[in-house]
């Protein structure tokens, strides 16, 4: 799992154009679709590296930073948005990849919390990881999940698979778009060249986070 997915997002809307709060997942995924609305795959060029938190999966460095890469006056407020949203689903893309070296090949994803109820954020992941995408018969994909590895610990069901097929039904099904994911492809070969570039600088940079302003 990566460490900043939706914080990221609300990093953004608190920090730099100090949006309103949103009250509920619902208004959350409702709020994501209005700001990038018009807006275009790959965000005219702009990337945006989520490790505000630092990383763990691929990369274990607590003193990773995040970062637009290709940022130019040209760029509007939707396309910072789209990037950071972009950004979040490379990062999970760089699991998937993971997955995929282990001999794990998923054929669909399932999405859960409140970007989830965002249909161009779905579509988003759709098309980076080249797979369809779902949603759960639940909000709380967390404590949903912990429930279920628990049913398979008591012995309500033998494998997680199994139990996975009894509780979890897929729901709003979106398909990827073949124009959007050649596009996607090559932006997230530059997405995934960048931390090794950078990962020197992050961590000097980290060593001045404590220096008083």
């Not at 900043?4 to 009250?23: D, P, R, T």
């Not at 795959?41 to 930073?65: I, M, V």
């Not at 033998?158 to 124009?179: F, R």
Request: aromatic share 12%; glycine share 8%; hydrophobic share 40%.
């Amino acid at each position: 799992a990566i460490l900043s997915g939706g914080s990221c997002l609300n990093w953004f809307f608190n920090q730099v154009i100090v949006e309103a709060k949103i009250s509920s997942q619902s208004n959350f995924g409702q709020f994501l679709s209005s700001k990038i609305a018009s807006t275009s795959a790959a965000s005219k060029g702009l990337l945006f590296l989520p490790y505000l938190g630092g990383e763990r999966t691929p990369y274990l460095d607590p003193q990773a930073r995040g970062a637009f890469i290709g940022l130019s006056f040209h760029h509007s407020q939707k396309d910072l948005v789209r990037a950071i949203m972009e950004g979040v689903i490379f990062a999970l893309r760089d699991c998937l990849e993971e997955f995929k070296k282990a001999g794990i090949k998923p054929s669909y994803v399932t999405a859960g919390g409140g970007g989830a109820r965002s249909k161009v954020w779905r579509q988003i992941q759709a098309d980076i990881f080249n797979l369809p995408v779902f949603t759960a018969n639940t909000e709380d994909s967390s404590a949903y999940g912990a429930s279920l590895i628990a049913a398979v610990g008591t012995g309500i069901f033998p494998t997680v698979e199994e139990a996975c097929q009894e509780w979890v039904k897929k729901e709003n099904e979106t398909v990827p778009n073949l124009q959007e994911v050649e596009t996607y492809e090559k932006t997230y070969q530059i997405y995934h060249s960048l931390y090794p570039k950078l990962k020197e600088d992050f961590h000097t940079l980290s060593g001045l986070d404590n220096i008083p302003s």
